[in-house]
T-cell receptor, first 116, second 114 residues
Framework: AQSVAQPEDQVNVAEGNPLTVKCTYS??????LFWYVQYPNRGLQFLLK??????LVKGSYGFEAEFNKSQTSFHLKKPSALVSDSALYFC??????????????FGAGTRLAVHP | NAGVTQTPKFQVLKTGQSMTLQCAQD?????MYWYRQDPGMGLRLIYY???????DKGEVPNGYNVSRLNKREFSLRLESAAPSQTSVYFC?????????????FGSGTRLTVV
């Protein structure tokens, strides 16, 4: 069965430092992987996805993620954190079901706190 | 360019009351989903609709019912609300089949059951 793990409840980073938010997955077949961000009192917004191709995926707001098949990981990264990056981040994996349809399985989320 | 619209944004119910959460999308997506978000629990799937005319249970369907009214609309009903249903509810849609590019989410409904 498909599953996603985000091992850190919270990540604290100083502004200007690089950040990493970790995600590992378990899927059968080729993984479709996603990152979403949730700002306070808002819905989830799409950041980036990996479906195929280059292992380094670039997304919105300067974020990128590295797909590592051997480690079954899809860590979210940013070279220089901003205070405005403080939010809740969710990793997700596609879970196909009958009829060729799809849904997402989400990790528990990681709260990113960027300090001035 | 509305995307996914949820109503209401906030609601307070008394235990035992009923209500329906509304969701509509204007992207011609086939699939729609209802999730609840609780602290430390991430997002849990309540029900989903792969296509118009079909609905299926997710991880936590007890206490809820859904209706896929047409391709645009997917409603979630609480027949007899309980305090355990206090949560933030999100509706999402996707193109579902074939090329799958993830979800578009609504802005959520914050429900409190007292």
């Amino acid at each position: 069965a498909q599953s996603v793990a985000q091992p850190e409840d919270q990540v604290n980073v100083a502004e200007g430092n690089p950040l990493t938010v970790k995600c590992t997955y378990s899927v059968s077949g080729n993984p479709y992987l996603f990152w979403y961000v949730q700002y306070p009192n808002r819905g989830l917004q799409f950041l980036l996805k990996y479906i195929t191709g280059d292992n380094l995926v670039k997304g919105s707001y300067g974020f990128e993620a590295e797909f590592n098949k051997s480690q079954t990981s899809f860590h979210l990264k940013k070279p220089s954190a901003l205070v405005s990056d403080s939010a809740l981040y969710f990793c997700a994996v596609r879970a196909p079901f009958s009829g060729g349809y799809n849904k997402l399985i989400f990790g528990a989320g990681t709260r990113l706190a960027v300090h001035p | 360019n509305a995307g996914v619209t949820q109503t209401p944004k906030f609601q307070v119910l008394k235990t035992g009351q009923s209500m329906t959460l509304q969701c509509a999308q204007d992207m011609n997506h086939n699939s729609m989903y209802w999730y609840r978000q609780d602290p430390g629990m991430g997002l849990r799937l309540i029900y989903y609709s792969a296509s118009e005319g079909t609905t299926d249970k997710g991880e936590v369907p007890n206490g809820y019912n859904v209706s896929r009214l047409n391709k645009r609309e997917f409603s979630l009903r609480l027949e007899s609300a309980a305090p355990s249903q206090t949560s933030v509810y999100f509706c999402a849609s996707s193109d579902g089949q074939g090329s799958f590019y993830g979800y578009t989410f609504g802005s959520g409904t914050r429900l409190t059951v007292v």
